[in-house]
Structures are given as C-alpha cells and as structure tokens.
C-alpha cells in the first residue's frame, strides 16, 4: 500500500456502556408473575400445589424464558454496539500505529566520510568550530584529490572515501550481507570503485550497483527492484537488502573544462538495512535519515505542516535547516514555509559556503545535517529541489518512537457468550415444556439443534469480524 502522508485517521469511538441491572429485573418480575398467575388459575382442583409440576411450570419455565429473552436483549441492546465498536477502534489502532511506523521509517547511517573543497565543513557552518567558510559564487575544486601514475582522480576519490570505513567493509563483507551503490556521472566508474577496493585490500568482490546521478532516492522506499522479491503463490514479498550497503555519491569536474560550472563534492554513507536494524545486537547508528515529503513548489508550506504533524521528530529539538540548489519559486516558498512554520532555526546553504552545486549536494547535505545530529544538535530540517518540486526531511539521532498505547477495550470478544446463553435456554424450555419422561426424539433433535445453532454463531461471530474489518479499511484505509 503506497504511504499516504494526508491519511485521515477516524477519531476513536466512545466505549459503550455497560447495560444497567433494572431492565433485566423488571423482565424477570414481569415474566414470573404472568407465569404465576397462569399456573394458579389453570391449577387442577384438588391436585397439591406442593409438587415437581407446579416448580416446573411456575418456576422453571419462566426462568428459562427469561434467560432466552434477557441474552437475545443484551445481545441487540448492548454486546453488538460493543463488538463494532472495539473492532472498529482495533482496526482504527492498528491503521495508526502502521502509519505512525511508515512515517518514521527511514535511513540508518552507521558511519558516513564527507570530502568538500572547505575542510569540517559542518562544525563550521554550524559555529562549533573556527569560523564559517564564505564561498558564495566560486566553483571550487577537491585539491586533495589528484591523479597519480596509474590510478585515475575518481579511484583516488573511492579510496579516499573509503578508507576511514575499511574496517566495517571488511566485517561487512565477511558477512556476505553488503554491496556497494555509486551515484555519479559516468557508469565506467564503478570499475575504479573496485580498483580502489583491491587497494584497501578489502576481502572478495563486492556487488557494486550504478545509479545515475539525475536520480532521487526515497529513503524509506525499495531502491531496487530486486530488493523485493514477490513470494510465489502470494502478495507478500521478502525484503533481499543487504544488511549493510555503501552508497557513494560524487562530482568531479573534466579535466578538460576551463570554467566548471559546479563545485566539487563527494559524500560516502554507510546504511543498515532494517533488517540489520532490527537484530538483538544491531550497530549503533551515527543518525537516521528520516522519510522525506515530496510536493509542489509553490506547496511546500503544505509539505512541511504535513511533516511536523508526523511528530517524526520531537519539535523542540529541531534547531537548524539545511537547504542546497533550490531557486525561484522553489526557494522563496521553501524559506517563507520555514518562517511561517513556528520554528526558530538557524539557515546553512551550501551553495554559501562552498559556491554552485552539483546533484551530488543532496548526500553531501544529508551526510553534513547526520553528522550534527550525532554531535547532539538536534534534528536537522533539509529542504532539496526535487522533479516535481521540493523534498523536504529530517535528519535525526533517533525518530520518535512510535507510541500507540493499545487498550483492553479495543479487543474485541469473538466468543458468542449471549448467543450460546440463549441457545442452552431454549433448548432447557423445550425440555422442560415436553410431556417426554424419558430421553426420545424430540429431546435428540432439540439438543442437536442446540449445538448447530451455537457452531453457526461461532462462525457468524467471526465473520462478523471480518466485515466491520473490510468496512472500515474500504470507508478509512
């Protein structure tokens, strides 16, 4: 089911309540003094009153009749409203809490190796160290990064991107749980990310995966087809992702161009499936990227009410707001959204502190606005120009939790308490009327009749479950 940020989630139902006592006595009252008086007034003259017959009819049968009649009332009057409405709030919990889920999903950064032109480059822009770097309009360049005899800049790049995460690779790797995705301009690179991974001397071969650098990746979606794989004879579908995947994400300028148009960059996050995330002894992540909002440019402001009403982050612990690439429309909608959010943020462009950007600026900005929430800055807001208009995110320590509190009232009784009450009390008048002193036909068929009818409304009671379930899903879902 495609996630629904505007999902409308029905207000949950009032418990209904309990029948009160009097109905069921002035039934009883009633019922019993008609019996009396018609067991008094048809009395045979002469025949003691002091006898099995007169118990029978004065006593016993009005009480069964009663009971029938007090469990098929309950039954109308009270347990059916009861048992639509705790299935109807069971679902109605169960709806909330998957969206809560879907909503909070996301990217789990274990570690992530960040290479600008400007040198700790977050801590500055954020004022934790040295001074912000001023490069507004300068196409700069990865002087760090250079050919040598033999291995080309883009594998020097791999290596260096590399190196500092060669340890977690290898472990990743022994596993046989990882493969490598590259995002850049050209798909021959990904032959320079393996030279770069012999040189490291990393164990084996890794699956290394091309993407170009045009296109965007949702965080809490599938990255790959094959990622997913459809169960035979099902619907559902195994989720393959490899417990750990490296994404390397860059732009290297042509040697051959005399006026660059766009700053260097290069950016390497190491992610943990949720698979891995899941596992008893799961890694520590460094921060997560949370699941980003889409929408028209000139719709931001409903894209980013919509993203704080998830709660995906506590509120009071967003403090920044990292924005790259947007222009016209795009970025005066996206500032105006974040001044009329309520929030007080402090702003960091990047294009202000290492001139124009190239596509590779979205994980650059992720793996920056990551870091600084490992180093206990709140959560980050992150606003990217997108195909069809602006993405919004967060990047977090840790998304708030989801928090769903089930109650006892929303589970709902499938055992037909009050059908089966009435059935043994039919069944015990129809006893009790028979003229029979010994156990024949008619005792036979009313005590089958009995346990037939109480299988049927077993069946019903679950059936019934099923349609308020379809019901709401079709009318909510």
């Not at 016993?60 to 009861?82: D, G, K, T």
């Amino acid at each position: 089911m495609k996630f629904r940020w505007d999902q409308v989630i029905p207000d949950e139902q009032p418990e209904v309540p309990p029948l009160p006592v009097w109905p069921f006595v002035v039934l009883f009252l009633i019922i019993e003094c008609v019996a009396l008086a018609i067991t008094v007034l048809s009395w045979p003259k002469g025949v003691p009153i002091a006898s099995d017959k007169f118990l029978r009819e004065a006593l016993a049968i009005p009480f069964a009749i009663w009971l029938a009649l007090s469990a098929l009332f309950y039954r109308a009057a009270y347990e059916s409203q009861a048992f639509a409405t705790a299935v109807k709030n069971g679902a109605r919990w169960h709806m909330l809490r998957d969206w809560q889920w879907r909503s909070r999903a996301g990217l789990a950064i274990l570690d992530s190796v960040i290479l600008t032109p400007e040198p700790d480059l977050a801590v500055r822009m954020l004022g934790l160290e040295g001074t912000a770097p001023e490069n507004p309009g300068r196409v700069m360049a990865l002087g760090e990064v250079a050919a040598t005899q033999g291995i080309s800049r883009a594998s020097a790049l791999a290596e260096k991107l590399m190196a500092p995460l060669a340890a977690v690779l290898a472990k990743a790797m022994r596993e046989d749980e990882f493969d490598i995705v590259v995002q850049c301009d050209r798909e021959e690179n990904t032959g320079e990310v393996q030279a770069a991974w012999e040189r490291l001397e990393l164990p084996k071969k890794p699956r290394i995966r091309w993407i170009p650098s045009s296109r965007e990746i949702d965080f809490a979606e599938v990255w790959f087809e094959n990622d997913h794989r459809t169960r035979s004879f099902s619907s559902y579908s195994n989720d393959e992702t490899p417990k750990y995947r490296l994404l390397l994400a860059w732009h290297l300028n042509d040697v051959e161009q005399d006026e660059p148009a766009k700053s260097e960059a290069a950016a390497a996050l190491l992610v943990g499936s949720p698979t891995l995330m899941t596992e008893k002894n799961r890694p520590r992540p460094q921060a997560w990227l949370v699941r980003q909002i889409v929408g028209d440019a000139d719709q931001v402001d409903k894209s980013l009410a919509l993203l704080l009403n998830a709660k995906q982050v506590p509120g009071e612990r967003i403090h920044h707001f990292w924005h790259s690439r947007l222009k016209g429309l795009a970025q005066h909608a996206t500032m105006g959204a974040v001044r009329d959010s309520g929030l007080t943020l402090a702003t960091h462009e990047l294009e202000q502190a290492v001139g124009p950007q190239a596509p590779v600026a979205r994980w650059v900005l992720q793996a920056l606005a990551a870091k600084m929430a490992h180093y206990g800055q709140g959560a980050q807001l992150i606003a990217l120009p997108h195909e069809r208009g602006v993405v919004l995110n967060f990047a977090a320590k840790e998304p708030s939790a989801v928090s769903v509190p089930w109650k006892d009232e929303y589970e709902a009784n499938l055992f037909p308490g009050a059908e089966l009450i009435a059935c043994v009390a039919l069944r015990l008048l129809a006893v009790l009327a028979s003229s029979n002193k010994e156990w024949g036909t008619f005792e036979t068929v009313c005590t089958c009749g009995a346990v037939v009818m109480i299988v049927i409304f077993f069946v019903f009671r679950f059936w019934e479950h099923r349609l308020l379930v379809d019901d709401f899903w079709r009318k909510h879902g």
